[in-house]
């Protein structure tokens, strides 16, 4: 082996040796391990669950602890929509988490499954407590942290499209019931007790900006605190029955 060849090997075994020494120097010091961990972005969950479920022990070498497998146990409970896991040398640990939020209930086996907007069933809950109840279909599976199963396969998207179209014409959070009964007869109820006839699926947007508009004084003697029933005609109009004392 010729002199030189010797000493390139020789430079290699050095280079492979102070990289050890560093890295057993890093995962060894105090001044590495974590002394604390912060959350942020989270409104329902409180702080302590969320370092209880990301199990981040204090103490530990930074680089000992997998940020990947934190995210992960993070994502794992049924609120938490996106989290994201940084570690603030020298020996801090950030989490930031956006929260799902509850978009409605339906009666289950054991009370009520609170889904969110996609259907992700967020906890089941003895009551319904403020969210807008939805019935017409029959719940086959509800277990937090997955979709919610229904026996009728177009349910969860018809609730997931009227949904989405309440929030386009800013309705939301008027409604307090979404009844799918079928695919030609979808009723909403309001807070005052004004009962909303679409008929179909079709036309959603079209049919609620009319909606919006008549609640807003588009139709004399109707506000967003009337009651009665509003009926969609079927020929581009909706009529109007004002409930009796």
Request: glycine residues 8%; aromatic residues 6%; proline residues 2%.
């Amino acid at each position: 082996m010729s002199k030189k060849r010797r000493r390139n090997l020789g430079g290699v075994f050095i280079l492979i040796l102070l990289f050890i020494i560093a890295v057993t120097v890093v995962l060894t010091i105090p001044v590495f391990n974590i002394t604390s961990v912060t959350v942020t972005g989270n409104a329902r969950l409180t702080t302590e669950e969320l370092l209880t479920v990301a199990a981040v022990p204090t103490g530990k070498n930074i680089y000992q602890i997998s940020m990947k497998d934190v995210e992960e146990r993070l994502l794992a409970q049924p609120y938490v929509l996106s989290a994201t896991v940084k570690r603030r040398f020298p020996a801090k640990v950030a989490i930031t988490v956006t929260e799902r939020e509850e978009a409605a209930a339906i009666r289950c086996t054991g009370g009520y499954a609170i889904i969110d907007s996609e259907g992700r069933v967020l906890r089941i809950a003895a009551e319904p407590e403020s969210v807008m109840t939805v019935s017409g279909g029959t719940v086959d599976t509800a277990q937090p942290g997955s979709t919610i199963l229904m026996t009728d396969e177009n349910f969860l998207g018809n609730f997931k499209l009227l949904l989405s179209e309440l929030k386009g014409a800013d309705l939301s959070v008027t409604i307090r019931h979404m009844r799918l009964e079928s695919s030609i007869n979808t009723v909403l109820e309001t807070e005052h007790n004004l009962e909303i006839h679409l008929g179909g699926m079709d036309e959603l947007s079209y049919k609620l900006q009319m909606c919006k508009n008549i609640m807003c004084g588009g139709y004399e003697g109707i506000n967003r605190e009337s009651s009665g029933v509003l009926k969609w005609t079927g020929e581009g109009q909706f009529s109007y029955r004002h409930h009796e004392n």
